[in-house]
C-alpha cells in the first residue's frame, strides 16, 4: 500500500456538543462510513454505525446486543459528516461528545464486510488486497458477543471488545486459519459463524502514515513504553492481552495538547476519565504512568489511526523497526 500523505481524508477525530433536538455534524474531509459516537459527560452506549448496515442501525461496543433500528439516534451520513436527531446516546442537551469517524476504503487498509453464518468453517471475501492485521466482528441479528482478530496473537485466538476478558483460544472462531489477501475464515463458533445469523465485520491493514495495528511490552514504570507507529496519531486504543483490562481509547482533540490523560473505555458506557497518562509524540507514543490497563510489566495490543505522517510519499529517510 501507498503512504498516505494527508490521514484527515480517512480518519478524524470530531468533537461536539448535543442540543437535545436535531443538529448536523460537519467539517470533515470525507464522507465516513463507519461513524463511532460516546457520550462524555454521561454513562449512555457507545453507538457504532456504518454506511453498509445503515445509518439508523446501530450497535454498542459496550454490549453482546443485536443490532438495533433507531430512528432517532445518527439518521443519515452527509458529505462531511452525519446528521442526529434526540436520541441522549447521540445528542443529550448540553452534553459532550466524540466520535471517531473512519473513510471505507482499500487505499487505508479498512474494509467494511457483511456476511451471513452457516454454522460451519466457510471463508468471507474483504477487498483489502493485503492480510488484515485486525478483524472486529460482531453477530446482528443475535446477542453474541464481539469477536477481535489480530495478527500479533493468531488465529487461534480471540478477544472480546464489549469485555475486559484476555485472550481465548478457541478454534471455532477462525478455524485456526490466518486471514489472506483476499479472504479470513470462520469456525464454528457462533460469535463469528451462528447458522442463520448475519455478521458485520471491519477489517484493517495498517498502512505507512496513516494506520498502525502492534503490540508493545509495558514497563510499570511512570517514565513508560514508547512505541513507534511512524506518524502522529489521533486516535490510539490499547488492550492489554493476558489480563482483565478494558480497552482505553484516546484521541488528539481530548485535551488537544501534552499530557493526554482523557480517555473512554470502548467496553464500558462510563463517562470520560482523566486517570490514564500518556504523550502523543511526531512518531508515536509514549506512556507517562504505571496503570495496569496500559502500562504493567505485560504485553498489550494497540490500534493506531494518524495525524501527521512521520514520513511521506516525498521522503526517502528509512523507516526505524517498530517498538514491540
Known sequence: MAIIDKPSDYF???LYTGNGGTQSITGLDFQPDWVWIKDRDDTYKQMLVDSVRGATKHLS???????????????SFTSDGF???????????ADKYASWNWKESATAG???VSYSGTGSAKTVSHNLGVKPDVIICKSRSGAEEWRVYSSYLGATKALRLNGTNAEDT??????NTEPTSSVFTVGTNGGTNGNGVTFIAYC????????????????NNANGTFVYTGFKPAFVMIKRTSDTQGWVMWDNK????????????????????????????SNGFKMRDTNT?????????????????FVTSTDNGSIPATAR
Do not use: C, H, M
Open 83 to 93: 446528521a442526529l436527531s434526540s436520541d441522549g446516546n447521540v445528542n443529550a442537551n
Open 254 to 281: 481530548r485535551p488537544g495538547f501534552n499530557v493526554t490523560n482523557q480517555s473512554l473505555t470502548a467496553n464500558e458506557t462510563s463517562a470520560e476519565e482523566t486517570g490514564r497518562i500518556f504523550d502523543i509524540l
Open 12 to 14: 478524524e477525530t470530531k
Open 110 to 112: 479498512f474494509d467494511i
Open 293 to 309: 490497563a496500559t502500562n504493567a510489566a505485560s504485553t498489550y495490543i494497540y490500534f493506531v489511526f494518524a495525524e501527521n505522517p
Open 170 to 175: 478457541d478454534s471455532g472462531y477462525w478455524n
Open 61 to 75: 461496543s459496550n454490549s453482546d446486543a443485536a443490532e438495533i433500528t433507531n430512528t432517532a439516534n445518527v439518521t
Open 204 to 219: 484493517f491493514a495498517s498502512v505507512k502514515g496513516y494506520s498502525k495495528f502492534g503490540s508493545y511490552t509495558g514497563n
